[in-house]
């Protein structure tokens, strides 16, 4: 790629994702809008609602700048198109240039509007005017939200896009643009759905996540949904004093080690299959004595003589998900990211097998 245009338009458009997106790795290196602009945002913790009224008005003017910042580079990268003079650059060009300057002007006109009577117009105000008394104005719950956000013991969860805040009395979701807000005593929380994964990338651990529905009573609240983990579920519902309702029958794993068991379940399912020799009855699992043992361990994960992993010659006596409960117990607890990559004894004989080594049983 030797054309500068196309090396530069490549490069701007992996930089605007990523300064839209904000990936972990911009997230740390301090390349968001809260990091650079930290002097003028104010601190978060001092002036909660102050901070995210002007981080988000400078979030939209700053992606807006995104288009133009594009047209003025090309002007540069490649200057045979004479850029520079809009009258003689090319039509396509010419729209170009006159769509991303009104997307400026606009976002410009916008903040401009919020600005005024003291930012009364921005949607985080009137949203929070929705919870004021008949005779207060937002500035009041503002305050409310600012004292209560100080406080240690406030719930704070959830990804650095959506972070999820619950304090004593409000339920609030901070995503790029918006704040949505609502009142304990207002909203009912749902549990509409719930997403398994069987490695997250920065805990390399199984996670559950499930959304959340807040909705209010109140008519000019609108319904949000919340993204949490399941294990961060309790401390949810502690804080919250009400009762979280579960329309879709979610199944929530509230422990590290009940999510495991799923995760070990589908590693397992991906192993090969022991074929049990005709006529061989399959007794009852000996852990649970409910189900019928369903795996035998046989050591696939290596050759022989290799590897810490030794042959098992008990016959099938465990479950499934016994086998599963018996692999998490044996775990250290405060490291999950070791869990898929141990080796454990085998609960009857102790020969030591790894995940690789369970097979179903047909
Ligand atoms: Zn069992
Ligand atoms: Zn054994
Ligand atoms: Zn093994």
Redesign the pocket.
Known sequence: MDRPDATFTLAYIVFALCFVFTPTEFRTAGFTVQHMFSEWLGSEDISFIQHHIKRSTLTLLLHCCLPLGYYIGMCFAAPEQNLMYVHQASPGWQVYFAFSLAVQLVSCALAFYWSRRGWSNHPICRALGAHALPQSSWRAVASSINTEFRRIDKFASGCPSARVIVTDTWVMKVSTYSLHVALHQDCHLTVTDSRQHSLSPELNAPVQILTITVASINPRVRPFDIRLKSTEYVELQEKLHAPIRNAANVVIHLTMSELFLETFKTYVRMNAVYWCPSGQELEP???????SASVKLLRLCQADGEGECQQCYCRPM??L???GKWFASRQDQQQPETWLSSRVPCPTCRAKFCILDVCAVE
């Open positions: 699992c000996i852990g649970c004595m409910q189900a465990w479950c998900t016994c086998m």
